[in-house]
């Protein structure tokens, strides 16, 4: 008796974007068309503290579609590309175990090149070593301990901006831990879940001025819906201010209103600010380090999804990202 045939999985969809170009839209409208999981890949909207500031999906729309790593984590956890890596991929076996569609979505470049390029074969650092350098650095500008990093690891720190205190911090940590330093681990890559298979992989491209306006529109709707209570209970648990879901976009400002230091409208001019900035980068890294996607835009994409869902990833499968 010949064993049953072995169903190929369904092909992954990988959606990526800036904020606000409507990833999350589209990502439910596939879902629910071809029987989809809508997997979070996006590192601010994994944590539990920041529903309205981070626009995650509203509870209705998670209702619509199976939707996972959303609000998952605890904002005094320092979650790494690597958890969510490893949380990703647990979710992607079970998605296909289940015969549904693994749907990526978010605005997280290096989870992307995670799931299908792989990850520095970093050994993990300790929790001790990490809570310790963070406890003795808490409050050192990042100058200061980009000062640190040239003299303990002079390879890293030229290869590091000053201000830049995450990768600062985790190259210390590295250091710290392992006695190398981050730079030697470059060149050996474990490889992610989706390396080396077919994948569709969308890049939603607002035109820029657009985007501008949807980004500060957003902004103001998450004001109005509660996103400065929202970082008021934040602020009262007086987590490690280097923790990522402290510098969230818009916490820092709103933070620094509640403690009486800035104007409600400085704040936010300042959250809109550094989301527009942000945006900018997103699509500089997807230019530059991720190449390959299908830029395409965000109206036509929803349209031709609603009209013809198969059709849409099968024509992206096809498509090239530009480049410059």
């Given at each position: 008796?010949?064993?049953?045939?072995?169903?190929?999985?369904?092909?992954?969809?990988?959606?990526?974007?800036?904020?606000?170009?409507?990833?999350?839209?589209?990502?439910?409208?596939?879902?629910?068309?071809?029987?989809?999981?809508?997997?979070?890949?996006?590192?601010?909207?994994?944590?539990?503290?920041?529903?309205?500031?981070?626009?995650?999906?509203?509870?209705?729309?998670?209702?619509a579609a199976p939707h996972r790593l959303y609000g998952s984590v605890d904002g005094a956890v320092n979650y790494s590309v690597g958890r969510w890596l490893a949380d990703a991929s647990e979710i992607l076996a079970e998605t296909r175990a289940a015969g549904r569609v693994p749907i990526f979505v978010g605005g997280t470049g290096l989870?992307?090149?995670?799931?299908?390029?792989?990850?520095?074969?970093?050994?993990?650092?300790?929790?001790?070593?990490?809570?310790?350098?963070?406890?003795?650095?808490?409050?050192?500008?990042?100058?200061?301990l980009h000062a640190v990093l040239a003299e303990r690891d002079p390879e890293a720190g030229a290869q590091i901006q000053p201000n830049d205190r995450q990768r600062i911090m985790?190259?210390?940590?590295?250091?710290?831990?392992?006695?190398?330093?981050?730079v030697t681990f470059r060149d050996a890559r474990e490889p992610g879940p989706l390396t080396g298979e077919p994948v569709a992989r969308l890049f939603l491209a607002p035109e820029r001025d657009t985007l501008r306006a949807r980004i500060d529109a957003r902004f103001d709707a998450m004001i109005e819906a509660g996103a400065l209570d929202e970082v008021?209970?934040?602020?009262?648990?007086?987590?490690?201010?280097?923790?990522?879901?402290?510098?969230?976009?818009?916490?820092?400002?709103?933070?620094?209103?509640?403690?009486?230091?800035?104007?409600?409208?400085?704040?936010?001019?300042?959250?809109?600010?550094?989301?527009?900035?942000?945006?900018?980068?997103?699509f500089t890294w997807f230019r530059n380090v991720l190449p390959g996607w299908s830029w395409c835009d965000p109206e036509a994409a929803m349209a031709q999804a609603q009209a013809d869902p198969r059709g849409l990833i099968a024509l992206e499968q096809a498509k090239v990202a530009p480049q410059g």
């Open positions: 008796m010949k064993p049953a045939p072995t169903r190929n999985p369904a092909t992954p969809i990988l959606i990526a974007g800036p904020t606000a170009s409507g990833k999350s839209a589209l990502a439910l409208t596939l879902a629910r068309a071809l029987d989809g999981v809508v997997i979070n890949t996006d590192s601010m909207q994994v944590y539990a503290d920041l529903r309205v500031l981070t626009a995650r999906p509203s509870p209705e729309e998670e209702a989870y992307f090149k995670a799931l299908i390029a792989g990850l520095s074969a970093i050994p993990p650092v300790p929790e001790a070593v990490r809570a310790g350098l963070r406890e003795t650095f808490a409050d050192r500008p990042a100058p200061d985790r190259a210390l940590e590295v250091m710290e831990a392992t006695g190398r330093s981050i008021a209970r934040l602020a009262a648990r007086n987590l490690d201010p280097a923790l990522p879901v402290m510098r969230a976009h818009g916490v820092p400002g709103l933070i620094a209103h509640l403690r009486g230091e800035m104007a409600l409208a400085d704040a936010i001019a300042r959250g809109k600010a550094d989301t527009r900035a942000y945006a900018k980068r997103q």
